[in-house]
């Protein structure tokens, strides 16, 4: 791997107000650039900086997050923050500091780092693929006819309040419903003191967060989290719109009780949810489906860091063995074949020197490691090469989750 021309390193918390200043600016923020109070769930020391003497021009750092992945929770590195000081774009800044994060998450043990993409283009030059899209939706619910054979369960309850009344009861209906779905991840206390910060500012005149939970004989079963904004309109009717942050639910019973919860509040005109995973049950609820409003765009990206080791520390859902031909600019160790040898019950991923019967580039496979995309996609576009008559299939047979992935929480 080359030199980086630019000096990279941690920061110190002195330099946090530089370092979040320098991201700020480079993300368009409508925050204080020089409001430098530090995020609960920073850790300085996975922070890594560009310096241009002693300036600081380049930011980016990790959270680890332990994530629902296949085969159980595993700690995946969250990277965020990433930022380039506008005086020094395309200077080969952010290929450093990408190529040195990526050497670090591999020496700290994390096979998969995972991000939100600001824009598209940008990272799958670096291996990240897009892994787990995620739907936004759109509901006017005085239309909308929810079908009559939704299950129901007489024993499940709601309780309704601020989000910070109900903290303890939406953690866990949070964590009931996380292993569901790969790429949700547990939220720690940290995080818990960032999503409950609520600052008038960033509600953008909408009403402080509110939250629902399902309960069966006290246990909590599922969670929406959204905001309401009123609107009146000219002759005097109510126009307000509910905007859903968050639904989760560990049941089918929970989510029709909590989507018909957000539905039928009195007032409201529109219903809308930002960051739905593409199988929701939302989908399913109405007498007309076509009343739910829906567009899909990329949520969640997948990057393999130590690719041996990603491979075989999942399962998959039928046999593979295949040979995996892999181009990989940035991690050169995950670069070359691999035999992948797998089924439900475990895998092995070894070098080989066998013929491939697939060659695909490292974003391609990181995108269909959870399941949200196929690899057949990239090969009709000519993206992946089979090598050996059905092998793409068996892959994607062999990749196939029980449930879309999602990640409900942007970090």
């Known amino acids: 791997m080359e030199p980086a021309p630019w000096p990279i390193r941690p920061i110190t918390e002195n330099e946090y ?35 241009d003497g002693d300036r600081i021009v380049g930011t980016t750092l990790v959270h680890a997050l332990d994530m629902a992945m296949p085969g159980g929770r595993r700690r995946v590195a969250g990277v965020s923050a990433v930022g380039v ?4 774009r395309r200077r080969g800044l952010l290929t450093s500091l990408m190529r040195r ?22 990272y799958g030059r670096f291996g990240y693929g897009p892994a787990a899209p995620l739907a936004q939706v759109r509901i006017r619910p005085r239309e909308a006819a929810l079908r009559p054979d939704l299950p129901h369960d007489p024993a499940l309850e709601v309780r309704f309040g601020a989000l910070h009344e109900l903290r303890e009861a939406a953690a866990a209906a949070h964590e009931a419903a996380v292993p569901h779905r790969w790429g949700g991840f547990h939220l720690t206390e940290a995080w818990w003191q960032e999503l409950l910060k609520d600052d008038e500012a960033s509600r953008g005149g909408a009403s402080a967060l509110r939250a629902a939970v399902a309960e ?14 009123q609107r009146w309109r000219d002759q005097g009717t109510a126009d307000s719109r509910l905007a859903v942050v968050a639904l989760h639910a560990a049941d089918p ?26 199988d929701d049950p939302v989908f399913r609820l ?22 041996r080791r990603a491979l075989a520390e999942r399962p998959y859902a039928a ?12 991690c050169p160790w995950n670069a070359g074949r691999w035999r992948l040898r797998g089924g439900p019950e475990g895998a092995a991923c070894d070098p080989t020197g066998a013929e491939p019967g697939v060659r695909l ?21 000519g993206l992946v090469e089979e090598r050996s008559p059905g092998a793409v299939a068996a892959l994607d047979l062999a990749l196939t989750p029980p449930r879309a992935p999602h990640c409900p929480v942007v970090f």
């Open 253 to 278: 019973a929970a989510a029709a009780l909590l989507w018909r919860h957000v539905l039928e509040r009195d007032l409201v005109s529109e219903v809308a949810a930002e960051m739905v995973p593409v």
């Open 101 to 122: 994060q990526l050497s670090d998450i591999r020496e700290a043990g994390e096979s998969t780092a995972a991000l939100f993409a600001s824009e598209g283009g940008i």
């Open 216 to 229: 069966r004989a006290g246990e909590p079963r599922g969670l929406v989290v959204y905001r309401t904004t």
């Open 319 to 330: 046999p593979v063995d295949t040979v995996l031909e892999v181009a990989d600019r940035d």
């Open 286 to 307: 109405f007498t007309d489906p076509y009343q739910v409003e829906c567009t899909v765009r990329d949520g969640l990206w997948l990057r393999l860091v130590d690719l």
């Open 17 to 51: 107000p530089a370092f979040i200043r320098v991201l700020r600016e480079a993300l368009l923020s409508r925050r204080d650039p020089f409001d430098g109070e530090r995020s609960a769930v920073t850790d300085v020391k996975r922070t890594l900086a560009a310096f």
């Open 85 to 88: 000081w506008p005086t020094h």
């Open 361 to 381: 580039d490292t974003a391609h496979l990181a995108s269909a490691y959870l399941g949200g995309h196929r690899l057949s996609e990239f090969a009709d576009a």
